[in-house]
């Protein structure tokens, strides 16, 4: 059945001269490994097509794989076949222009039930949308090129979604799929390197941050960090967001929450093994994948009331199932 879709997509690429490829705000290295990957990918296979990749924010986490385009003209728009990447909603795309294009095709693997695009390609069940495009790739092989550079955008997609292909989505095929851009010769030391190595100060701050770690009673793990935290250590907004991270491997605690102060709200980061979030993240105006996902919230007694929720899940886990662990 995918052979289908991935088809029509095919066709629609060959179609245009223009492709605008979009993903979605406060982007992660799925959501740029994927766009980067796409481009190159396009850019090898038809030389002729102006390909570009164009959002409105960037991450400095993934700043190492290079600048994306610059905006260009709604006359140029609406010319342009616009593929939007990783971006479950058309509301949280990074660069809001997408609605301009003469067809929008979605390629995602998010969980969703508000769909978009003329073609919507969507399997929720890949531990990263660059899965996706290494199938296309695999699939039309004969007609489509890739590089060590587009294997290298793809992979940093791959092993940033899918926690260092630790995440219970990862499959056979995302090993074969993995495995198929390793052939490219991809420099994994340099790559690891780039994503994983931090500033010394940084290291520090995380170490002091770990200790404001709280558990509620079942062992949902939480950190909350107001703004003046983020001001008095000089944290970026994606610092303080990676903070989830400081939780992920606690005996015990299968869900861990960071809440990220902002002047206008609370950004929730939840994450799990075992158990989805996606619910919980769902009764707080967000959504994502089953064990990673994103919600906001608006209050202190809604935070207490989302880790009440979460505390809930774990204890029902824990006295229904033996042997998790
Ligand atoms: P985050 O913690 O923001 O990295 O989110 C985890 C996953 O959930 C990512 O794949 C996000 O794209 C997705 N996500 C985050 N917030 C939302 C939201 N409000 N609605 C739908 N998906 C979201």
Redesign the pocket.
């Known amino acids: 059945m995918s052979y289908e879709v991935k088809k029509q997509i095919l066709d629609k690429i060959k179609e245009y001269d223009k492709i605008v490829i979009i993903r ?1 705000f ?1 982007p ?1 290295g ?2 740029i490994g994927t766009s980067k990957g796409l481009q190159r990918l396009l850019q090898l296979s038809f030389p002729e097509k102006s390909v570009k990749v164009i959002n409105h924010d960037y991450s400095d986490y993934i700043a190492f794989l290079g600048d994306e385009d610059e905006e260009i003209s709604d006359e140029e728009y609406a010319e342009s076949l616009v593929i939007v990447v ?4 058309l ?2 795309v990074s660069n809001e222009n997408a609605r301009k294009g003469k067809e929008i095709i979605k390629i995602d693997h ?1 969980e ?1 039930d508000i769909p978009y695009g003329d073609i919507a390609w969507v399997e929720d069940w890949r531990a990263a949308c660059a899965e996706m495009i290494v199938d296309f790739y695999l699939t039309f092989k004969d007609e489509l090129k890739m590089d060590k550079l587009a294997a290298t955008y793809l992979f940093t997609g791959m092993v940033t ?1 899918s926690g260092r292909f630790r995440f219970s989505s990862v499959n056979g095929d995302s090993m074969r799929l993995a495995g198929a851009l390793l052939d490219f010769g991809i420099d994994l030391e340099s790559l690891y390197a780039n994503l994983y190595l931090d500033e010394f100060d940084n290291v520090l701050a995380k170490a002091e941050s770990t200790k404001m770690i709280k558990m509620t009673e079942n062992g949902v793990a939480y950190i909350y960090i107001s703004q003046e935290y983020q001001k008095e250590h000089g944290l970026s907004r994606e610092d303080a ?1 990676n903070m ?1 991270s400081l939780m992920n491997e606690i005996k015990g605690s299968i869900i861990w929450i ?1 809440f990220i102060e902002t002047e206008e709200n609370i ?5 799990s093994r075992f158990v989805p979030v ?1 619910d919980i ?2 009764q707080y ?5 089953d064990r ?5 919230v608006l209050n202190q007694e809604e935070v207490k009331a989302l880790l009440a929720e979460a505390d809930r899940v774990i204890k029902e886990f824990k006295e229904n199932n033996t042997g998790w662990m």
């Open positions: 979605h406060r992660d799925d959501a990783d971006t479950g909603t509301e949280r998010h969703v979604d967001s989830v960071a950004r929730v980061r939840l994450r996606i993240a769902r105006r967000g959504g994502g994948h990673a996902s994103g919600a906001t």
